[in-house]
């Protein structure tokens, strides 16, 4: 259990200290309230065998991210190909030099930059527009994998595990970090600013979706963790 929302009031209030000498004024935009966040310690995960999809071929994804240890592999979102032996067709995760990737099959799609402050969090989003599929992090796009969009096993009628890596019906690249604020758009490819916004300070911060899910679509918001 942990406030995305308590950590990004202490960030932008000793933000704006530095900025204003402290001087009374109005504390920023906090964003829309993310009062709880679900601890992966290595050995949880959720799993959810997918209905008929809207688009098999256009998702989104969105979700807020701590992470709890570094220099590991860790998948936290990955989507079976074959109900039988869950071979893993397409999978998200930081590898272990710290790089946010997007893998299917044998080829993988790392960023350049890597994420290693297990103080902040991370607004990640991955977006599967039929052609290609984006990475960004805190509204910045930061890798394209050009041509590797359309049909994954992301959005199939098989098994898709959070927290870890369902591969031939094993749990394995387990991830330890917080999560908070994780959705999953059917159908559409949508923009981090449907999900989040800069306040006055520059800071990103939390937006809540207001649009459709389509028929596989979710939010979780881990209240009940």
């Known amino acids: 259990q942990y406030s995305l929302r308590s950590h990004l009031q202490l960030f932008v209030i000793m933000f704006s200290n ?29 799993r959810r065998t997918f209905g008929t ?5 256009i998702w989104t994804v969105s979700v807020w991210i701590k992470r709890a240890k570094l220099s590991s592999r860790q998948d936290f979102f990955a989507a079976s190909n074959d109900g039988l032996s869950n071979a893993t067709l397409l999978e998200i995760a930081f590898n272990a030099s710290d790089q946010f990737f997007v893998g ?14 297990p103080s902040a969090w991370y607004h990640l989003v991955i977006v599967n527009d039929g052609t290609d599929i984006e990475q960004y992090v805190n509204s910045v796009l930061v890798s394209t994998w050009s041509g590797q969009g359309g049909s994954t096993g992301m959005n199939n009628n098989k098994e898709h595990s959070i927290g870890d890596n369902n591969y031939n019906g094993q749990t394995i690249l387990r991830s330890e970090l917080y999560m908070a604020a994780m959705y999953f758009i059917d159908g559409q490819a949508l923009d981090p600013t449907d999900f989040g916004k800069y306040n006055e300070d520059g800071v990103w911060v939390p937006k809540n979706y207001t649009g459709t899910y389509g028929t596989n679509g979710f939010h979780l918001t881990f209240d009940s963790s």
């Open 18 to 46: 530095i900025l204003m000498g402290a001087a009374g004024f109005p504390v920023a935009d906090l964003g829309d309230e993310i009062s709880q966040s679900l601890r992966f310690r290595g050995a949880q995960n959720l």
């Open 53 to 57: 999809p809207t688009n098999r071929n």
């Open 104 to 117: 299917k099959a044998s080829t993988t799609n790392s960023t350049t930059a890597k994420y290693r402050d």
